[in-house]
C-alpha cells in the first residue's frame, strides 16, 4: 500500500493515513485512475473511503475477505468497504457507544450495494445462535422486499433506490446483532403515474405479473404482459436485459415469508399493487355536460373488489370533488382533466403510504423486544443528487436532502476540525472550502425559506397556482445568489429557464425545477378510509379528514423528517463513505475524467485532503493522555500532581518527540504524524504488559489480560468462546459492583470455575492495588507507627503475652520528655535490677541514635553502646522484663511499656534480631 502507514484503532478514530501524498487535483485524480484501473476500488482519505463503482463483479466481496478483514487494524489492510464496517463495530464494542456510516454520491455511484456489502459483513462476522439467525435473515431480506417497492429502474441505475433509507442495527453487548429499525424518507409517487422515457415504474409491478402464480394474477385480475398497463410503458422499457423480475418475484416471495408477513398481509399487498395497475388504466370521457364519466366499469370494479371500497363511492370519488360552501360540504363535478388527476392522485396516495406500511410491518418483524441496553450503527443510504431533464418537487426535495448531508459532513470533519485549532491556539492556515450552509438556508429557513413559501402558497385561503408560487419565491428570494428564474436571469442563461421554472445552484451544480404541480392540495381520501383492505385502513385514518386542522405540506414533513435524521446521525460517531460513480455507461474499467473531476469537485474530497495533510493525525485532552501513557515515564508514573499539561510536556520530553512532530494545544495535545502515536502506542503495549505481570489496579487493563488469557488457552469452538465471553462478562461485572473496597475487607467474589485461575490472579492484583492505595493514604507520623509495629511483630508476635492487646496502642516518641536530652531519640522510665542482690533501683532509659542511656535523675549511671549490644532477652509471659547482654554481663531491666521500648531500642540500634523471647528467666 504505497505511502501507508499502519494504524491501531486502540488510540481512537482519529488515526489516518493518506495515499496520496500530492494535495494537486490531477495528482489526486491520477492516483485514482492508476488505482482503478488496477481495480483498487478503494482510497482512504483519512479515514474517509472513496469507493469508486467498479460495474463488474470483483473478487474482494468473498467471506475470505471478511475475515481477513474481522478484527484488524484499520489501515493495516488496503482500504475496503470491510474496513470501515469492522472499525466501527469494534469502536462500538469497545466504547459501548453507537455510530453511523453515511453513504453518499450520486444516482447510480454505488450507496446501496455498499450499504448492503456492509450488511452482509455484519451478517457473516458477528457472534451469532440459532435464535440470532432469524433476526439476521431478517436484517438481509428486508432489503429485497424494500428493493422491489421503493427502487426502478431510471436512465442512472437499473436499480435506483426512489426513498431515501436510514438503518439501525442494534447490537447487544457481546456485539452480536438482535433488531433493527428502518426509518424511510418521502418516496418518489410520481413514479408511480408517470416515467421518463428509458425509465420504469417501481420494480414490483413487473415483478408481480412476471412472476406471480397464475392464481394470484387471476384472482387480482390481471394479465401477464405489462404493456396493457399505461403506468407501466410510459418509459418505453418495461422489460430490462438486465433485470429478471421472474427470479427477482421469487426472492421477494421468500423474503415475505421470512420476515413476518401473513397471507392476509400479502392479500391485502397484492390487491393494492394491482389496483394501482387498475387505476391507471380507468379512462374518462366527457359527458353531455362536460364532465368526466368513467369510461369502462371493468377496472373500476377490480378495485373496488380489491380495496373494499364501495364502487358507487369510488366512482363519485374519481369524478367529483367536494366544496366547502359555509358549513356545508357539496359534491362538485369534475371535467375529464381534473379527474385524470384526481386518478393519478389516488394512485399516487395509495402507493406512498402502502409504502411506509410496509417499512412499519418491517420494522415489526426486526424490532427487539427485550428491554436490555443495545448499541447501534446506522446505515444511511439515501438518494444521491439528482439532475433530470424535467426536475419535479420530487428532485428538488431529493437535492435538499443531499445539500444537507453535506452539511453535516461540512460540520462534523471540515468546519469542527479547523475550529478546533483555532480554538486549542494552534497555528493554522485556513483551508477555504464552499460551505453550503447557504443553500440549505434558501430551502428549509423559517418565513423566508422556499419551503414556507410554498406552505404559504399551498394552505392559504383562495386559488394558488403554480404561477403565484413562483411568484412569491421572486419576491421573497429573488435576490438570493442561488437562486434564479426566467425574469431574474441574466441575457445568457434566460433562455435556458422556463416561465414556470427556478433553478437552484446546488452545491454540486445547478437543477431548473419545474414549478408546476408543486402546490399539490393531495387526494380524496375520505373514500379510502372506510376500506375493508386493512392496509388501506391502516394508511388512511378517518381522523385526518378533519378539515379544520391545517395538514403540513409534504415539503414540511419532509423538512421535519431530515431534521430528525441529523438530530440522531448527529449523537453518533460519524464514518463516512463516498461514492463516485465513473462513468454515464455503467461499463466496467472506464474512467471518465471529466465526470469525476466533477464528482471529486462537489463531494469536497479536495479541501478534505488538504485540512488532512495540513492537520494532524492524533489530539487529545491532556488528561486523557496522561493517563493513557503516563506509565512511560517515571516522573508521571504512578501519579502526576501537577497541572496534565505539565505533566504531558515532562512525559514527551521523557519518550523523546520531536518538536515537529507535536504541538500543544490549550488542552489538548495534537500530534502530526501516525508514526509518532504508534511508536508511543508500542511502548504502552510493552509496558502494559509489565504492569500486568507485576499486577495491575485497572480493571480494563485486567479484562484485556483475561482476554488475551483465554484466547491462549485454545483450541475452543465458537460456540465455546461466546460461552466462555458471556461468563467472562457476567463474572466481571458482577466483581466490579463487589471488588474489595479496602485491605481489610477479604472477601472476594467466588469465580466461574473456568475463570478461577484468572480469578487468583486478580484478586491478587486486587489487594496489591489496595495495599498500594492504603499505603499511599497514610500520614507520616502513622508509617512511622506502622513501621515499628512491623518490628514489634517480627519479635513478638506469637511469643510473648500481651502482643494482641497492644497492636493497636500506638507507640510514644517518648515517654519523657523533660528529661531526653536534646539528642536522644526515645526516654522511658524502667526498674533496674541489680546483678547480685537483685535490687530494684528506678532509672529511665535513655535511647538516643547511637547508645542506651540508664540514668538516675540527670546522671548518667550506665552507658550502653549499641554497638556492644549482644542481644537482649524478653521473657514470653506478661512480665515486662528485659535481660540485656552486654559487654561485661547482662543488664536486666523492667520496664511498663516492653513492646514500645524493645521495638525502640531494635530500630536505633538497627538490630531487629537482639530480642529473642526466651522461657525460664
Ligand atoms: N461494489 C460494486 N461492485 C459491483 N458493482 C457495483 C458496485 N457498486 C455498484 N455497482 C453497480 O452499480 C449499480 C448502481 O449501484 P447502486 O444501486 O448501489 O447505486 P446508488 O448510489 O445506490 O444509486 P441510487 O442513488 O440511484 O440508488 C449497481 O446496480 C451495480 O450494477
Given at each position: 500500500m504505497e505511502g501507508a502507514l499502519i494504524a491501531r484503532d486502540r488510540v481512537g478514530v482519529q488515526d489516518f493515513v493518506l495515499l496520496d501524498s500530492h494535495t494537486s487535483e490531477a495528482a489526486f485524480l491520477n492516483n485514482l485512475r492508476k488505482r482503478y484501473q488496477e481495480n483498487l476500488i478503494y482510497t482512504y482519505i483519512g479515514t474517509l473511503l472513496v469507493s469508486v463503482n467498479p460495474y463488474k463483479e470483483l473478487d474482494i466481496y468473498t467471506v475470505t475477505q471478511m475475515q481477513l478483514y474481522r478484527g484488524v487494524n484499520f489501515f493495516e489492510l488496503p482500504p475496503h468497504l470491510y474496513a470501515i464496517a469492522d472499525n466501527a463495530y469494534r469502536v462500538m464494542c469497545s466504547e459501548y457507544n453507537n455510530h453511523f456510516i453515511l453513504i453518499s454520491g450520486e444516482s447510480g455511484a454505488g450507496k446501496t450495494e455498499a450499504s448492503k456489502k456492509i450488511l452482509q459483513y455484519y451478517a457473516v462476522t458477528c457472534p451469532t445462535t440459532e435464535q440470532l439467525q432469524v433476526v439476521r435473515d431478517r436484517l438481509l431480506l428486508s432489503n429485497p422486499v424494500l428493493e422491489a417497492f421503493g427502487n426502478a429502474k431510471t436512465l442512472r441505475n437499473?436499480?435506483?433506490?426512489?426513498f431515501g433509507k436510514y438503518m439501525d442495527i442494534q447490537f447487544d453487548f457481546k456485539g452480536a446483532p438482535v433488531g433493527g429499525h428502518i426509518l424511510s424518507y418521502l418516496i418518489e409517487k410520481s413514479r408511480v403515474v408517470h416515467q421518463n422515457h428509458g425509465e420504469r415504474n417501481f420494480h414490483i409491478f413487473y415483478q408481480l405479473l412476471e412472476g406471480g402464480e397464475k392464481d394470484l394474477l387471476c384472482w387480482l385480475g390481471l394479465?401477464?404482459?405489462?404493456?396493457?398497463y399505461a403506468y407501466l410503458i410510459q418509459g418505453r422499457c418495461?422489460?430490462?436485459?438486465?433485470?429478471n423480475d421472474k427470479n427477482d418475484w421469487k426472492i421477494v416471495r421468500k423474503a415475505f415469508s421470512i420476515i413476518d408477513f401473513t397471507e392476509k398481509d400479502l392479500e391485502h399487498l397484492f390487491g393494492i399493487v394491482a389496483s394501482v395497475l387498475h387505476l391507471g388504466n380507468i379512462q374518462f370521457e366527457e359527458d353531455s355536460n362536460g364532465h368526466a364519466i368513467i369510461r369502462n366499469g371493468t377496472q373500476i370494479k377490480w378495485i373496488s373488489k380489491l380495496l373494499g371500497v364501495h364502487l358507487s363511492i369510488l366512482q363519485e370519488a374519481l369524478t367529483h370533488r367536494k366544496i366547502e360552501a359555509r358549513s356545508e360540504e357539496v359534491l362538485s363535478p369534475l371535467n375529464v382533466d381534473l379527474a385524470f388527476y384526481a386518478r393519478d392522485a389516488v394512485a399516487k396516495a395509495i402507493y406512498g403510504r402502502t409504502f411506509t406500511w410496509l417499512v412499519n410491518k418491517i420494522n415489526g418483524s426486526l424490532a427487539n423486544k427485550d428491554s436490555t441496553r443495545k448499541t447501534v450503527i446506522g446505515l444511511l443510504d439515501i438518494y444521491g443528487f439528482e439532475v433530470l431533464d424535467t426536475n419535479s418537487f420530487e428532485q428538488f426535495c431529493i437535492n435538499y436532502c443531499n445539500e444537507k448531508l453535506q452539511q453535516l459532513l461540512i460540520e462534523m470533519t471540515l468546519k469542527a476540525e479547523q475550529e478546533e485549532y483555532e480554538m486549542e491556539g494552534i497555528e493554522w492556515e485556513p483551508i477555504p472550502y464552499f460551505n453550503n450552509k447557504i443553500i440549505c438556508d434558501l430551502v428549509e429557513q423559517k418565513h423566508k425559506g422556499i419551503i414556507s413559501i410554498l406552505d404559504e402558497e399551498c394552505l392559504r385561503p383562495g386559488e394558488a397556482t403554480d404561477l403565484s408560487f413562483l411568484e412569491k419565491l421572486e419576491e421573497k428570494v429573488g435576490d438570493h445568489a442561488h437562486f434564479v428564474t426566467r425574469k431574474l436571469a441574466d441575457q445568457k442563461t434566460r433562455k435556458s429557464i422556463d416561465w414556470v421554472d427556478f433553478r437552484l445552484l446546488h452545491y454540486a451544480g445547478e437543477v431548473t425545477y419545474c414549478a408546476v404541480g408543486e402546490c399539490d392540495r393531495g387526494a380524496a381520501l375520505e373514500v379510502l378510509c372506510n376500506s375493508k383492505n386493512g392496509i388501506i385502513r391502516d394508511c388512511f385514518l378517518l381522523s385526518e379528514l378533519d378539515s379544520r386542522r391545517r395538514p403540513e405540506t409534504v415539503a414540511t414533513q419532509f423538512k421535519n423528517s431530515l431534521m430528525s435524521l441529523i438530530e440522531i446521525l448527529m449523537s453518533k460517531e460519524p464514518s463516512y463513505i463516498r461514492c463516485i460513480k465513473p462513468?454515464?455507461?455503467?461499463?466496467?474499467?472506464?474512467?471518465?475524467d471529466c465526470l469525476i473531476r466533477h464528482q471529486v469537485k462537489y463531494l469536497g474530497l479536495m479541501e478534505h485532503l488538504r485540512v488532512r495533510r495540513a492537520g494532524f493525525a492524533y489530539r487529545r485532552k491532556y488528561e486523557h493522555f496522561l493517563q493513557r501513557y503516563k506509565s512511560l515515564c517515571p516522573a508521571t508514573w504512578p501519579h502526576w500532581h501537577g497541572p496534565a499539561a505539565e505533566g504531558v510536556e515532562r512525559l514527551i520530553k521523557h519518550i523523546g518527540?520531536?518538536?515537529?512532530?507535536y504541538k500543544l494545544g490549550r488542552t489538548k495535545i495534537f500530534i502530526r504524524f501516525p508514526k509518532t502515536l504508534f511508536a508511543t502506542e508500542d511502548a504502552f503495549e510493552i509496558r502494559k504488559h509489565m504492569l500486568v505481570q507485576c499486577g495491575s489496579p485497572d480493571l480494563d487493563i485486567s479484562c484485556r489480560f483475561i482476554k488475551g488469557f483465554i484466547n491462549r488457552k485454545k483450541p475452543l469452538c465458537p460456540e465455546n468462546i461466546e460461552f466462555v465471553r458471556l461468563v467472562q462478562y457476567k463474572y466481571l461485572m458482577k466483581l466490579r459492583d463487589h471488588i474489595p473496597r479496602n485491605v481489610l475487607d477479604k472477601s472476594w467474589l467466588q469465580p466461574p470455575s473456568i475463570l478461577e485461575e484468572i480469578s487468583e490472579m486478580l484478586q491478587k492484583m486486587c489487594t496489591r492495588n489496595l495495599v498500594r492505595k492504603y499505603c499511599r493514604g497514610l500520614t507520616p507520623e502513622r508509617k512511622v507507627q506502622l513501621q515499628q509495629k512491623a518490628v514489634t511483630s517480627a519479635i513478638f508476635r506469637g511469643k510473648k503475652e500481651g502482643y494482641q492487646q497492644s497492636i493497636n496502642l500506638p507507640f510514644a516518641d517518648t515517654r519523657l520528655s523533660e528529661y531526653m536530652s536534646p539528642y536522644s531519640q526515645y526516654a522511658t522510665p524502667v526498674v533496674k535490677y541489680d546483678r547480685n542482690g537483685f535490687k530494684a533501683r528506678e532509672r529511665l532509659l535513655v535511647l538516643t541514635q547511637s547508645s542506651a542511656y540508664v540514668v538516675e535523675m540527670a546522671k548518667i549511671k550506665q552507658k550502653i553502646d549499641y554497638a556492644t549490644l549482644k542481644g537482649n532477652s524478653a521473657n514470653p509471659?506478661?512480665?515486662a522484663s528485659v535481660a540485656w547482654s552486654v559487654q561485661g554481663g547482662d543488664v536486666i531491666l523492667q520496664c511498663e511499656h516492653i513492646f514500645e521500648t524493645v521495638t525502640k531500642l531494635c530500630m536505633l540500634a538497627n538490630k531487629q534480631n537482639l530480642v529473642k523471647v526466651v522461657k525460664g528467666r
Open positions: 437499473d436499480n435506483s433506490s426512489r394479465e401477464r404482459n405489462p404493456q396493457k418495461a422489460k430490462v436485459f438486465s433485470i462513468n454515464e455507461n455503467k461499463e466496467p474499467g472506464m474512467f471518465d518527540y520531536k518538536p515537529e512532530e509471659s506478661g512480665a
